[in-house]
């Protein structure tokens, strides 16, 4: 029975490269490992990337709360699989995933990436700024757009980017949105999403958020925070918390970019990666 409920317990997984050290990219919310696979791909001549779909997302099983420790914890399982260090990459919500495990669980990883996102609270519009101009992510409306969506009577995938329009006026993010929304397969047919919408509205509050670590616990291994220079998601007051948690921090901004830098700059993104193992892994 112990075994039955630790698969149960596996995030979904699938590992790019066949030799080389180890790097593991978690994504952000809504998101799914398959976000990264460009960027894998980028990486494979070298290394064998794993890409994780964190519990609620993708393939990976539901829970009954969504609560960074608790995907700490279950990351934190599928590292110790490995048997190996690995360098860790996390964007936005991930990216506070892979934080909180680097200060708990420091001896799995060989390096950390963060990707657009602080040790800090978020406000309900995702950025912090007063600029009327700045593109707000009203993540409690996504996810109330997506819930409404009528999928016993849709029926196409170009329908449901109609209905999410008005909540999701953002054609990228829309994109992004619909690839967790699914045709079930068998008999019915039936559309469904591979989100757990309600536990994530239920908990986006917490989400916001970033649990106070242990006390006095730092990751003392070479960390990169990698920003989009166009994102208020990192801003100058949050160095201070950066190097008092993580005293080996790097700051790479890269321009031309938003928060789902990896997506607008995929080139930049992958050799400003690239540039960082070669260093933390001696090359």
Do not use: C
């Not at 919500?93 to 060989?110: D, F, I, T, Y």
């Not at 291994?221 to 998601?233: E, F, K, Q, R």
């Amino acid at each position: 029975m112990a075994d039955d409920e630790d698969r149960n317990q596996r995030l979904a997984s699938r590992t790019v490269g066949e030799a080389g050290p180890h790097v593991v990219f978690v994504h952000g919310l809504f998101g799914q490992g398959k976000n990264w696979t460009t960027i894998a791909k980028g990486l494979a001549d070298r290394h064998r990337v794993t890409l994780l779909d964190l519990p609620n997302h993708g393939h990976s099983p539901w829970t009954d709360r969504v609560d960074y420790l608790g995907m700490a914890e279950l990351l934190a399982a599928e590292l110790r699989r490995l048997g190996e260090p690995v360098t860790l990459v996390g964007h936005s919500m991930g990216g506070k995933v892979a934080m909180q495990l680097a200060l708990r669980h420091p001896e799995l990883l060989r390096a950390l990436v963060v990707v657009d996102v602080a040790p800090s609270d978020y406000p309900e519009a995702g950025a912090r700024t007063d600029d009327p101009d700045e593109e707000a992510t009203p993540f409690a409306g996504y996810i109330a757009a997506m819930r409404a969506l009528d999928l016993d009577s849709l029926r196409t995938r170009d329908e449901a980017d109609e209905a999410l329009r008005p909540a999701v006026p953002s054609r990228m993010v829309r994109s992004f949105l619909l690839q967790s929304l699914v045709r079930d397969v068998g008999a019915s047919g039936g559309w469904r999403w591979r989100l757990n919408l309600a536990a994530l509205a239920r908990d986006l509050g917490h989400l916001r958020g970033f649990p106070a670590p242990p006390a006095g616990a730092t990751y003392d291994g070479p960390v990169l925070w990698i920003a989009g220079a166009n994102s208020t998601y990192i801003l100058p007051e949050d160095r201070v918390r950066m190097d008092e948690l993580f005293p080996a921090t790097r700051l790479v901004k890269i321009k031309n970019a938003g928060h789902w830098v990896h997506s607008e700059q995929p080139e930049v993104f992958l050799e400003t990666i690239r540039r960082f193992l070669d260093v933390v892994e001696g090359g």
